[in-house]
């Protein structure tokens, strides 16, 4: 494996952990700061559109 595959897995894994975090705690606005402008969301069945959709969507999911 590659120093650049192993770099990119670290990155993935901090994104995912950084995204786990902000769920447990409920803290929008570090889940809004993982999230490119433009990005989507795909939780399908429950959610499909763009991330900022989600974000909006999310508090009462989360109730």
Not at 6 to 16: F, G, H, N
Not at 26 to 46: G, N
Request: proline share 3%; glycine share 4%.
């Amino acid at each position: 494996m590659t120093l650049e595959t192993l770099l990119a897995k670290e990155a993935i894994r901090d994104l995912v952990l950084r995204y786990c975090r902000a769920i447990d705690r409920r803290d929008y606005a570090a889940l809004a700061a993982l999230y490119h402008d433009d990005a989507t969301d795909d939780h399908s069945p429950m959610y499909c559109g763009s991330a900022a959709g989600y974000l909006e969507w999310l508090p009462s999911m989360l109730e």
